[in-house]
């Protein structure tokens, strides 16, 4: 808006991404100070985990931009506190470029947009998203939207540059997608300065210095020019040879040689990262690597033979790029040393050696490839803890009951405080859902099997509480649990909401942050033989990383032979024998069995159920899923059929009351309650597993409008964003220190 000469308001038109203010811009670029809850350790590990990650979101952002006709003018809109900027189309967050109608403000993401130009240009194609009409019943068409961007000015690609300087600068890993030579045709959006905007704020040459870093003159991500002393980087067409591999597994490396293998791995030219497709199987079956898995023999050669010829190494295209193969073995021969001193059938509970130089008492399950540790409050269980966790497992950690207010917990308390609440209930033997009913019907049966609901046929039920308590009302309704469960939650370095690894924590308080819980599941065991078909909560996977506390254990009254039939059920599910030696021996209450598989083997297990589901005569409709619609509980016998035809093998994991699972986001899994149960589950954000989060968010755009993992509540690449930006900013901060230790030298 501006005022005429006649001095009469008008409309002038839409911003532009060069007509920001001081505190449009600081929001977006790095702290000239060190960020909250955030030390230098953690920024490098932060930003050798993700950098390449915001490399590709860049990349990405670059392409769009170099599709718009240098004719039409991009806006820019402004981020507002509190809304979550979304897609009108597919519900998903709309992180920066994007395209609006000047009419009436629709909005649609880069992928809904080329989707329908693509079903324009393609005669007769129908589209797979409906797109709203405008006024008047208007049509929305692509051509007449309008660019807009919402990161101010360059930000974007300067943070971009920042990540590759201060990468280079303090020695952090990259497999950079940059370097592809066809990227480097992309530049910044060459966006012109208003000297009125200059002279109105008297910013922007301030600006540049306290936020925005030069970019290196070799930067892969500075503009297209011709630079004076710049080399093309070589392509290298050979991987370092098997002998030299083969001195790795050995431990004959030396000095020499570490560095001609990392100059190699710097030099070598990497593809554009894609996202992997979901249309067809894999040509060949991928199964756990057995080497990663279990312990190894002192056959140098065999093991290293298993590595290279193991299916890691290979993906539908073709083979992995040398660097790929490479964190596949270095990952190996970490799992290989954690367990050599480990017997191959463990004896006993406890076993403590130290891993990696950190005294944690844990011990192992799952054959050797379940960590499990022991103690809660250890300061080092979460450098143990990552060295599984990215690669990709779960973990467990036990004895969390003993820090927890037990009183809290119990289902008395549930009963007296909200016991008249109305509530939702679902029958885990049909799915049926209850309406009318309240929390104090539930907790009436929960540990008293004549006093539960009973069907038609006078049966009682097996109930679970449906989202209860709803939504985000669980620290609002629960303020005690809640401090409770967050005081004493292990590894709070992940799973807390200000932990320094829990990525989320990065998002400025100016956005909506996404809901990570605590989220309560209350429900009922499935005790009898014939409830071994049904889960609790079926086959199914989440977009982010989650810590599932078993809080409490009831054994219900009215069932005769319950400890019989609950080992029968551990032992059908495919438990190992210490955790059934664990069930026998100990006075530890058994809560339920977990089934969790690799999110590698994620597609496997899709086609598998397709299969499955076609034999029986069922539909596949086209925006439905068989894992994400949770319609699957994996028996004995369907659980054998996915091993057997794909080689897809989980882990049958065991929860004891105090124990906590921590499941990998994208790993598919289902619980089968044995006894009564009350679990708390929070939700986080690791480095380790971003990739698999952005993954799923585009998974969840295909997914019909009324499925309750269709929207995108997780805005990973806000997330990405923010975390590297606060990341290269504490360790710009700290660069005198770096230039202290290496004597000087830039």
């Given at each position: 808006?501006?005022?005429?000469?006649?001095?009469?308001?008008?409309?002038?038109?839409?911003?532009?991404?060069?007509?920001?203010?001081?505190?449009?811009?600081?929001?977006?670029?790095?702290?000239?100070?060190?960020?909250?809850?955030?030390?230098?350790?953690?920024?490098?590990?932060?930003?050798?985990?993700?950098?390449?990650?915001?490399?590709?979101?860049?990349?990405?952002?670059?392409?769009?931009?170099?599709?718009?006709?240098?004719?039409?003018?991009?806006?820019?809109?402004?981020?507002?506190?509190?809304?979550?900027?979304?897609?009108?189309?597919?519900?998903?967050?709309?992180?920066?470029?994007?395209?609006?109608?000047?009419?009436?403000?629709?909005?649609?993401?880069?992928?809904?947009?080329?989707?329908?130009?693509?079903?324009?240009?393609?005669?007769?194609?129908?589209?797979?998203?409906?797109?709203?009409?405008?006024?008047?019943?208007?049509?929305?068409?692509?051509?007449?939207?309008?660019?807009?961007?919402?990161?101010?000015?360059?930000?974007?690609?300067?943070?971009?540059?920042?990540?590759?300087?201060?990468?280079?600068?303090?020695?952090?890993?990259?497999n950079c997608p940059c370097a592809n030579k066809q990227l480097k045709a992309l530049s910044k959006p060459n966006l012109k300065e208003d000297p009125k905007q200059i002279l109105i704020t008297g910013e922007k040459s301030t600006l540049q210095h306290n936020?925005?870093?030069?970019?290196?003159?070799?930067?892969?991500?500075?503009?297209?020019?011709?630079?004076?002393?710049?080399?093309p980087v070589s392509s290298v067409n050979t991987s370092p040879s098997l002998s030299w591999l083969a001195n790795l597994t050995s431990g004959n490396v030396n000095k020499e040689n570490k560095d001609k293998l990392m100059s190699t791995l710097k030099n070598?030219?990497?593809?554009?990262?894609?996202?992997?497709?979901?249309?067809?199987?894999?040509?060949?079956?991928?199964?756990?690597?057995?080497?990663?898995?279990?312990?190894?023999?002192?056959?140098?050669?065999?093991?290293?033979?298993?590595?290279?010829?193991?299916?890691?190494?290979?993906?539908?295209?073709?083979?992995?790029?040398?660097?790929?193969?490479?964190?596949?073995?270095?990952?190996?021969?970490?799992?290989?040393?954690?367990?050599?001193?480990?017997?191959?059938?463990?004896?006993?509970?406890?076993?403590?050696?130290?891993?990696?130089?950190?005294?944690?008492?844990?011990?192992?399950?799952?054959?050797?490839?379940?960590?499990?540790?022991?103690?809660?409050?250890?300061?080092?269980?979460?450098?143990?803890?990552?060295?599984?966790?990215?690669?990709?497992?779960?973990?467990?950690?036990?004895?969390?009951?003993?820090?927890?207010?037990?009183?809290?917990?119990?289902?008395?308390?549930?009963?007296?405080?909200?016991?008249?609440?109305?509530?939702?209930?679902?029958?885990?033997?049909?799915?049926?859902?209850?309406?009318?009913?309240?929390?104090?019907?539930?907790?009436?049966?929960?540990?008293?099997?004549?006093?539960?609901?009973?069907?038609?046929?006078?049966?009682?039920?097996?109930?679970?509480?449906?989202?209860?308590?709803?939504?985000?009302?669980?620290?609002?309704?629960?303020?005690?649990?809640?401090?409770?469960?967050?005081?004493?939650?292990?590894?709070?370095?992940?799973?807390?909401?200000?932990?320094?690894?829990?990525?989320?924590?990065?998002?400025?308080?100016?956005?909506?942050?996404?809901?990570?819980?605590?989220?309560?599941?209350?429900?009922?065991?499935?005790?009898?033989?014939?409830?071994?078909?049904?889960?609790?909560?079926?086959?199914?996977?989440?977009?982010?990383?989650?810590?599932?506390?078993?809080?409490?254990?009831?054994?219900?009254?009215?069932?005769v032979n319950q400890e019989e039939e609950v080992l029968k059920t551990i032992q059908d599910g495919d438990s190992d024998e210490l955790t059934i030696k664990r069930f026998i021996e100990s006075r530890e209450k058994p809560g339920a069995l977990w089934h969790?598989?690799?999110?590698?083997?994620?597609?496997?297990?899709?086609?598998?159920?397709?299969?499955?589901?076609?034999?029986?005569?069922?539909?596949?409709?086209?925006?439905?899923?068989?894992?994400?619609?949770?319609?699957?509980?994996?028996?004995?016998?369907?659980?054998?059929?996915?091993?057997?035809?794909?080689?897809?093998?989980?882990?049958?994991?065991?929860?004891?009351?105090?124990?906590?699972?921590?499941?990998?986001?994208?790993?598919?899994?289902?619980?089968?309650?044995?006894?009564?149960?009350?679990?708390?589950?929070?939700?986080?954000?690791?480095?380790?597993?971003?990739?698999?989060?952005?993954?799923?968010?585009?998974?969840?755009?295909?997914?019909?409008?009324?499925?309750?993992?269709?929207?995108?509540?997780?805005?990973?690449?806000?997330?990405?964003?923010?975390?590297?930006?606060?990341?290269?900013?504490?360790?710009?901060?700290?660069?005198?220190?770096?230039?202290?230790?290496?004597?000087?030298?830039?």
């Amino acid at each position: 808006m501006r005022f005429n000469r006649h001095g009469l308001l008008r409309e002038e038109g839409f911003l532009t991404p060069d007509k920001y203010d001081s505190e449009a811009i600081s929001l977006w670029l790095p702290l000239a100070k060190n960020a909250v809850g955030l030390d230098l350790d953690t920024a490098k590990y932060i930003l050798a985990n993700i950098g390449d990650h915001f490399c590709q979101l860049v990349i990405s952002e670059k392409e769009v931009m170099s599709t718009i006709e240098p004719h039409r003018q991009v806006a820019w809109k402004r981020a507002v506190q509190g809304v979550r900027e979304m897609c009108d189309v597919c519900d998903t967050t709309i992180f920066n470029l994007h395209w609006v109608c000047p009419k009436c403000g629709f909005g649609v993401c880069v992928d809904c947009y080329r989707m329908k130009k693509k079903s324009i240009h393609e005669d007769g194609a129908s589209d797979t998203f409906s797109w709203l009409k405008c006024v008047k019943g208007q049509l929305h068409e692509p051509e007449n939207l309008m660019p807009t961007q919402i990161i101010p000015g360059k930000a974007l690609y300067d943070v971009g540059d920042t990540v590759h300087s201060v990468r280079a600068k303090w020695g952090i890993k990259a497999n950079c997608p940059c370097a592809n030579k066809q990227l480097k045709a992309l530049s910044k959006p060459n966006l012109k300065e208003d000297p009125k905007q200059i002279l109105i704020t008297g910013e922007k040459s301030t600006l540049q210095h306290n936020f925005v870093l030069n970019p290196l003159a070799t930067s892969c991500d500075s503009p297209v020019k011709p630079t004076l002393g710049s080399k093309p980087v070589s392509s290298v067409n050979t991987s370092p040879s098997l002998s030299w591999l083969a001195n790795l597994t050995s431990g004959n490396v030396n000095k020499e040689n570490k560095d001609k293998l990392m100059s190699t791995l710097k030099n070598e030219n990497k593809p554009l990262q894609t996202l992997p497709t979901f249309t067809k199987p894999p040509t060949a079956l991928q199964t756990f690597n057995s080497a990663i898995l279990t312990p190894v023999s002192n056959n140098n050669t065999g093991f290293l033979r298993n590595l290279l010829n193991s299916s890691g190494g290979k993906t539908e295209s073709g083979l992995k790029s040398t660097p790929k193969i490479l964190d596949d073995i270095f990952a190996s021969l970490v799992q290989s040393r954690t367990l050599a001193d480990l017997p191959k059938k463990p004896q006993g509970l406890t076993i403590k050696p130290t891993i990696l130089g950190f005294d944690t008492p844990h011990y192992w399950l799952c054959d050797n490839r379940l960590l499990c540790l022991q103690d809660p409050n250890n300061a080092s269980n979460w450098n143990v803890f990552r060295e599984c966790w990215k690669q990709g497992q779960p973990v467990m950690v036990s004895g969390v009951h003993y820090k927890l207010n037990a009183e809290l917990w119990k289902p008395e308390s549930f009963r007296k405080e909200f016991g008249q609440q109305e509530v939702d209930l679902v029958n885990c033997r049909t799915n049926e859902i209850i309406t009318g009913a309240t929390v104090g019907d539930f907790w009436d049966g929960f540990e008293d099997i004549p006093s539960r609901l009973k069907t038609e046929g006078r049966e009682p039920m097996v109930l679970k509480l449906k989202d209860w308590p709803p939504g985000e009302d669980f620290r609002d309704m629960m303020p005690s649990r809640f401090d409770d469960l967050m005081n004493n939650i292990p590894l709070p370095e992940y799973t807390r909401r200000d932990g320094k690894l829990n990525l989320a924590s990065r998002l400025p308080n100016y956005f909506v942050r996404p809901d990570l819980g605590p989220k309560m599941y209350n429900a009922y065991g499935l005790i009898t033989p014939e409830d071994r078909k049904y889960g609790t909560t079926n086959l199914h996977l989440d977009v982010s990383d989650a810590a599932n506390v078993m809080v409490y254990v009831g054994i219900p009254k009215g069932q005769v032979n319950q400890e019989e039939e609950v080992l029968k059920t551990i032992q059908d599910g495919d438990s190992d024998e210490l955790t059934i030696k664990r069930f026998i021996e100990s006075r530890e209450k058994p809560g339920a069995l977990w089934h969790i598989y690799a999110a590698k083997d994620t597609e496997k297990i899709r086609e598998f159920l397709k299969k499955v589901s076609e034999e029986q005569g069922q539909e596949n409709p086209v925006d439905h899923d068989p894992i994400h619609d949770q319609s699957w509980y994996l028996d004995r016998s369907l659980r054998k059929r996915l091993h057997q035809e794909y080689g897809v093998q989980g882990w049958a994991i065991v929860q004891f009351l105090g124990d906590v699972v921590f499941i990998p986001a994208g790993a598919p899994h289902q619980v089968h309650n044995l006894y009564s149960c009350i679990k708390v589950a929070e939700d986080f954000v690791s480095p380790e597993h971003v990739k698999h989060c952005f993954w799923l968010t585009q998974e969840f755009r295909y997914l019909s409008h009324t499925h309750t993992n269709h929207e995108d509540k997780l805005q990973v690449k806000n997330v990405i964003y923010h975390a590297v930006k606060d990341a290269v900013g504490i360790l710009r901060a700290n660069e005198s220190s770096l230039s202290r230790l290496s004597g000087g030298k830039p």
